[in-house]
């Protein structure tokens, strides 16, 4: 069955530091991967799809499929990404096409 | 309307009664899911109903939950005499592509 790990739970930074939210999934195929995204007392959203290899509020994630990664990556973190991120698998093929989530990080962007 | 809309938005019930709770999905968005958000536990997926398919209901974790959705639209989710662990955040969400879209998630406390 396929997975997603994200390692770490809690993420501080400061801001204008550099941020790196870790992913890691366990799957024979060729998934599709995401990040989501929560802000206090906000719904979860889209952040951005690997397939779209888009840069979205400075995000960037490339999918690493020799290491089944998908780290999602800012080069100078603001106050305001301070959230809860998910990174998530999707199926590309198949019956179960629900997306699989890791256990999230929360990340703090320290002033 | 505006997006994925979920009733109520707080619950509180006493061990052993049974709970319903309501998801009106994005208009013309054909497939629906269900997830539990637990505290350190990230999202576990429930349900997955796409068209007029079979539902995937591959993630219920017990006999006690069931879910249904009438016309293709408005889902319902019920949970069976309920148990403290049964707390959580409960979320809907809507797919016609790709992205999938969350509503704001029903709050569930069992007392």
């Known amino acids: 069955a396929q997975r997603v790990t994200q390692p770490e739970k809690l993420l501080s930074v400061f801001k204008g530091a550099p941020v790196e939210l870790k992913c890691n999934y366990s799957?024979?195929?060729?998934?599709?991967l995401f990040w989501y995204v929560q802000y206090s007392r906000q719904r979860l959203q889209l952040l951005l799809r690997?397939?779209s290899r888009e840069s979205i509020k400075g995000f960037t994630a490339d999918l690493n499929k020799g290491e089944t990664s998908f780290h999602l990556k800012k080069p100078f973190a603001q106050e305001e990404d301070s959230a809860m991120y998910y990174c998530?698998?999707?199926?590309?093929?198949?019956?179960?096409?629900?997306?699989?989530f890791g256990s999230g990080t929360q990340l703090t962007v320290l002033p | 309307g505006a997006g994925v809309s979920q009733s109520p938005s707080n619950k509180v019930t006493e061990k052993g009664k049974d709970v319903e709770l309501r998801c009106d999905p994005i208009?013309?968005?054909?497939?629906l899911y269900w997830y539990r958000q637990s505290l350190g536990q990230g999202l576990e997926f429930l349900i997955y109903?796409?068209?007029?398919?079979?539902?995937?209901k591959s993630g219920l974790p017990s006999d006690r939950f069931s879910a249904e959705r009438t016309g293709g639209s408005v889902s319902t989710l019920t949970i069976q005499r309920t148990q403290q662990e049964d707390s959580a955040v409960y979320l809907c969400?809507?797919?016609?592509?790709?992205?999938?879209?969350f509503g704001p998630g029903t709050r569930l406390t069992v007392l």
């Open positions: 799957y024979s195929g060729s998934p599709e």
């Open positions: 690997h397939i």
């Open positions: 969400a809507s797919s016609f592509g790709p992205s999938v879209f």
């Open positions: 208009s013309g968005h054909t497939a």
């Open positions: 998530a698998l999707k199926l590309s093929a198949g019956s179960a096409r629900q997306l699989t």
């Open positions: 109903f796409q068209g007029n398919s079979a539902p995937d």
